[in-house]
């Protein structure tokens, strides 16, 4: 006969978001007593994306950046608690690095090339930055050459 499970069901407390994550217990008791409910009970749980969102990689967020250095503890040397650290092509013991070695792991994107629509005003929002692919500004490297003022700027006086 198969043993029942207590499971504990959380939804991400950020407004809209519908992720959700469920832990499962052997006993009630343990489900109790659980970390997961005294920590995350009362809407407190929330998904990765809006826990860290500086690690998540997104469209707005293209680079991250950890640092690690290795320590000597009494029973050997760690990155702070691990003593092996891995990831796409890499694989770092602390063992084999003095002490105070930095283990820097950096993870970019770049997005494809996408189509864009021919430019026919000026794409800069009002600081004036933009990152139109055929904005004269970005191609001459104005304003910071000349001080020269978008010339296809079609904002008005009272926009």
Sequence with gaps: ???REWPLHFKCAHAGCDESTTFRY???RDLQHSYEL???GGGRWKCLRHDKPDRVL???NRQTCAELIVEQKQYGK???SSGLISGPGFLAYAEDLPVGTKLIVTAQIELPPT??????????ARDGE???SQCPQVRDNEPRKSGRHCPIDNWGEDD
């Design 1 to 3: 006969m198969p043993r």
């Design 26 to 28: 052997d006993t009630k």
């Design 38 to 40: 005294r920590h995350y």
């Design 58 to 60: 997104s469209e707005n």
């Design 78 to 80: 760690y990155f702070g």
């Design 115 to 124: 189509a864009e629509r021919p430019l026919v005003g000026c794409a800069a």
């Design 130 to 132: 933009c990152t139109h």
